[in-house]
């Protein structure tokens, strides 16, 4: 089967050569074709070029995207998608004064959503998981990592990890499972750290292995959550079972875990609104990307991650959208495009940059995902006719998607 799509106002992301992810000074650069065609077949991106060079042969179907900007669909590396219920009573008790930690101090947080997801059976919560991944796919985003992490039991994270299993057979968009026992400590084990680590090591890494459940493993590294030593014993022991770490750090606090990610070959750490200078150094030369969540830091009123100051120092920088019932009910990653241009004073073609290409290197698929180049999968965005891409990012809140394609077919 091929489609050929033609007369395309620019077609962006267009890269002739693999490169894994953009870095620094290189993120400012869009590679893009005006007026070009994109030639698809089956489920991979067959040829590209300007329209002057479009071959004239049969096609099976033809799309015209006069005025229309093509781009790859989004790289989500950083998503809660699987959970159950929502927390919208913690959204209010944020509104009337009290604090991420206030709530989480009350039992709230990630333990109110333990408890929900412990009480919902397997079947109830993929139903309403699936419904945010179709929601996610009609925004545009085609390769996406779902974590674990509101089980924070065997049989929880078990259950949690086959719901995505579930959804990446059922689902054509790319789905990378990410193992988040250490998200928090359950109650029983506030004062017996090592034993829910025990546990962790123990008991739930093992049965993982052995369904092959997920690609990575991540802790929550913060004050008051995993310390950098706790969250060493878990980057260790998903080595042994071939998981690479992505890890929640500097989200709230800088207590040299980024240091400790990179001396573990860390491929990802993520949040990051609290960043030092120690931080970015320890970053610098490393294979680890640094992920930031821009709609968290909206959502709960906290730092931005400081974009400037890192694309300064050379270092890459992915965008993701977080999708949780805690700290970012949303996984629009326009949102997040937009969001990054308006407050961290990204350029619409680092923030583009950031979440396409740079997406797909912290889930560890830029060899198929994340640009406009021969042989990789055929996944787009085609837009409603724009002025310019700039206008993506620009008009923050209006839907500018007209479709979707995701291996080759129409999604939307
Ligand atoms: N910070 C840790 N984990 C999630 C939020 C978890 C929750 O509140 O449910 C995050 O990435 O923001
Ligand atoms: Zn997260």
């Given at each position: 089967?091929?489609?050929?799509?033609?007369?395309?106002?620019?077609?962006?992301?267009?890269?002739?050569?693999?490169?894994?992810?953009?870095?620094?000074?290189?993120?400012?650069?869009?590679?893009?074709?005006?007026?070009?065609?994109?030639?698809?077949?089956?489920?991979?991106?067959?040829?590209?070029?300007?329209?002057?060079?479009?071959?004239?042969?049969?096609?099976?179907?033809?799309?015209?995207?006069?005025?229309?900007?093509?781009?790859?669909?989004?790289c989500d590396s950083h998503t809660h998608i699987v959970y159950a219920g929502n927390r919208e009573q913690e959204f209010v008790d944020?509104?009337?004064?009290?604090?991420?930690?206030?709530?989480?101090?009350?039992?709230?947080?990630?333990?109110?959503?333990?408890?929900?997801?412990?009480?919902?059976?397997?079947?109830?919560?993929?139903?309403?998981?699936?419904?945010?991944?179709?929601?996610?796919?009609?925004?545009?985003?085609?390769?996406?990592?779902?974590?674990?992490?509101?089980?924070?039991?065997?049989?929880?994270?078990?259950?949690?990890?086959?719901?995505?299993?579930?959804?990446?057979?059922?689902?054509?968009?790319?789905?990378?499972?990410?193992?988040?026992?250490?998200?928090?400590?359950?109650?029983?084990?506030?004062?017996?750290?090592?034993?829910?680590?025990?546990?962790?090591?123990?008991?739930?890494?093992?049965?993982?292995?052995?369904?092959?459940?997920?690609?990575?493993?991540?802790?929550?590294?913060?004050?008051?959550?995993?310390?950098?030593?706790?969250?060493?014993?878990?980057?260790?022991?998903?080595?042994?079972?071939?998981?690479?770490?992505?890890?929640?750090?500097?989200?709230?606090?800088?207590?040299?875990?980024?240091?400790?990610?990179?001396?573990?070959?860390?491929?990802?750490?993520?949040?990051?609104?609290?960043?030092?200078?120690?931080?970015?150094?320890?970053?610098?030369?490393?294979?680890?990307?640094?992920?930031?969540?821009?709609?968290?830091?909206?959502?709960?009123?906290?730092?931005?991650?400081?974009?400037?100051?890192?694309?300064?120092?050379?270092?890459?920088?992915?965008?993701?959208?977080?999708?949780?019932?805690?700290?970012?009910?949303?996984?629009?990653?326009?949102?997040?495009?937009?969001?990054?241009?308006?407050?961290?004073?990204?350029?619409?073609?680092?923030?583009?940059?950031?979440?396409?290409?740079?997406?797909?290197?912290?889930?560890?698929?830029?060899?198929?995902?994340?640009?406009?180049?021969?042989?990789?999968?055929?996944?787009?965005?085609?837009?409603?006719?724009?002025?310019?891409?700039?206008?993506?990012?620009?008009?923050?809140?209006?839907?500018?998607?007209?479709?979707?394609?995701?291996?080759?077919?129409?999604?939307?």
């Amino acid at each position: 089967m091929q489609t050929l799509i033609i007369n395309i106002k620019e077609l962006l992301q267009v890269r002739e050569n693999h490169i894994d992810k953009v870095s620094g000074d290189e993120m400012a650069i869009l590679p893009t074709l005006k007026n070009a065609f994109l030639l698809l077949e089956n489920d991979l991106i067959k040829d590209f070029g300007l329209m002057e060079n479009c071959p004239k042969i049969n096609i099976d179907k033809t799309i015209d995207a006069t005025g229309k900007i093509v781009l790859p669909t989004w790289c989500d590396s950083h998503t809660h998608i699987v959970y159950a219920g929502n927390r919208e009573q913690e959204f209010v008790d944020r509104i009337n004064g009290l604090s991420y930690e206030e709530i989480a101090n009350r039992g709230g947080g990630i333990l109110n959503s333990a408890k929900k997801l412990n009480e919902t059976s397997e079947e109830e919560i993929y139903n309403q998981s699936k419904k945010r991944l179709e929601e996610v796919i009609s925004q545009g985003t085609g390769a996406v990592e779902i974590k674990s992490g509101y089980g924070l039991t065997v049989d929880g994270e078990l259950k949690m990890l086959r719901v995505i299993k579930k959804l990446a057979k059922n689902y054509p968009i790319t789905i990378k499972s990410t193992f988040l026992g250490a998200h928090a400590f359950p109650k029983e084990y506030k004062e017996n750290h090592s034993g829910y680590i025990d546990l962790i090591i123990d008991e739930m890494l093992p049965k993982i292995a052995e369904e092959k459940l997920a690609d990575f493993i991540d802790a929550f590294l913060e004050t008051g959550y995993f310390s950098v030593e706790e969250t060493e014993r878990i980057m260790e022991a998903g080595k042994k079972y071939g998981l690479i770490s992505k890890i929640h750090v500097n989200q709230f606090t800088a207590i040299n875990g980024i240091e400790a990610c990179v001396k573990h070959d860390a491929l990802s750490v993520d949040h990051l609104e609290i960043v030092t200078d120690e931080d970015i150094e320890a970053l610098k030369n490393s294979k680890t990307i640094a992920v930031a969540l821009p709609s968290c830091s909206y959502f709960i009123s906290i730092p931005y991650t400081p974009a400037r100051k890192m694309l300064n120092a050379g270092l890459p920088l992915a965008l993701a959208s977080d999708f949780n019932p805690g700290t970012t009910p949303s996984g629009n990653m326009n949102f997040v495009v937009a969001t990054a241009c308006i407050k961290m004073k990204m350029t619409p073609e680092e923030a583009i940059n950031a979440a396409t290409i740079n997406g797909a290197y912290a889930m560890d698929i830029s060899k198929t995902h994340g640009s406009i180049t021969k042989g990789k999968k055929a996944n787009l965005i085609i837009t409603k006719p724009l002025n310019s891409f700039y206008e993506i990012p620009y008009c923050f809140g209006s839907n500018l998607i007209e479709s979707v394609i995701i291996n080759g077919k129409n999604m939307i």
